[in-house]
């Protein structure tokens, strides 16, 4: 794997695991690297916080940066919403998720 690489764990809607690689260089957020794989996550606002169909479920141990404001109150009129859920696009590609894993959520947000 490249330097500048690393490892996404994604599940989709059907519970098939796509370890997909994910530049850690080019400032990508998990909803970009999940559509450039063509895995179905809409990201219709194109990753503004500002709808909620990148939403994924976090499944691994990773600490990720809090919650902003603006994906609380997305989340907060998303469907399928658990503890665990957060929305793709804000959730920047860097060395500290190498190996995350993520359930994407039923469609319908």
Same mark, same amino acid.
């Not at 764990?9 to 519970?15: K, L, M, Q």
């Not at 929305?87 to 994407?104: H, V, Y």
């Given at each position: 794997?490249?330097?500048?690489?690393?490892? =996404?764990? *994604? %599940?989709?809607? #059907?519970? *098939?695991? $796509?370890?997909? #690689?994910?530049?850690?260089?080019?400032?990508?957020?998990?909803?970009? =690297? !999940?559509?450039?794989? #063509?895995?179905? =996550?809409?990201?219709? !606002?194109?990753?503004?916080?500002?709808? @909620?169909?990148?939403? !994924?479920?976090?499944?691994?141990? $990773?600490?990720?940066?809090?919650?902003?404001?603006?994906?609380?109150?997305?989340?907060? #009129? @998303?469907?399928? =919403?658990?503890?665990?859920?957060?929305?793709? !696009?804000?959730?920047? %590609?860097?060395?500290? %998720?190498?190996? *995350?894993?993520?359930?994407?959520?039923?469609?319908?947000?």
């Amino acid at each position: 794997m490249a330097d500048n690489t690393i490892t =996404v764990n *994604i %599940i989709d809607r #059907e519970g *098939i695991t $796509h370890e997909l #690689e994910a530049p850690t260089d080019m400032n990508m957020n998990i909803m970009e =690297v !999940c559509r450039s794989y #063509e895995l179905p =996550v809409e990201g219709r !606002c194109g990753g503004m916080a500002m709808c @909620a169909t990148c939403q !994924c479920y976090l499944e691994s141990d $990773h600490d990720l940066p809090e919650q902003t404001d603006s994906e609380l109150d997305m989340l907060d #009129e @998303a469907f399928f =919403v658990e503890d665990n859920s957060r929305l793709g !696009c804000q959730i920047q %590609i860097t060395d500290n %998720i190498d190996g *995350i894993k993520l359930r994407l959520a039923p469609e319908g947000n």
